[in-house]
């Protein structure tokens, strides 16, 4: 089945520093990604939507210049956390949507820690 | 707007038993695609069972089976034979035929399963 591999799984920066998250799509072309955060016992928030070879699409809240988002090629997405903060310590998950109507896979999240 | 309410923040149920999860959603649109994902401790969102709206039979994967109101906007997941593995965060999703690619997540049902 389609298989989305993320990485890192779990990452601890300190505080200032920048982080990147990899979402590769492993036996399929994703034109179109999705990235989420999703903080303890709650749902899933939509940050942003990324489209191969365009820019990405932010929800509104979202500070586009902290959280870069790059879809460079059908097989890789990659958001990367600028000046990490304690409050950007949190769980994210990206996703890709299937062709056909098939649906989404998801990634197996990172979390990501802040101190 | 599309919105997804699950007012169900926890549920239990014995082992080998019968449990339901209600999902109410609202839209204007007439086509548009319906989800369960499972989220279990390992975080990993996997998919459920998903239900096209035009279609008026209700979906069934094995144990898992919806009862799908198109008229009610009712979309609820019925699990039967609880199993330990059932055990996880539910969460009912929608998303519109066209348009918007964005899955529309409720709050989810935290539904544990006791020996």
Redesign the interface.
Known sequence: GAVVSQHPSWVICKSGTSVKIECRSLDFQATTMFWYRQFPKQSLMLMATSNEGSKATYEQGVEKDKFLINHASLTLSTLTVTSAHPEDSSFYICSARLGGDYGYTFGSGTRLTVV | AQTVTQSQPEMSVQEAETVTLSCTYDTSENNY?L?W?KQPP??????VI?Q?AYKQQNATENRFSVNFQKAAKSFSLKISDSQLGDTAMY?CAF?A?GGS???V????T?LTVNP
């Not at chain 2, 997540?105 to 989810?108: N, S």
Request: proline letters at 0%; glycine letters at 10%.
């Open positions: 695609y989800f994902y390992s975080r990993q969102m996997i998919l998903r096209e969460f998303k035929q690619e964005k899955l997540f409720g709050k989810g935290k």
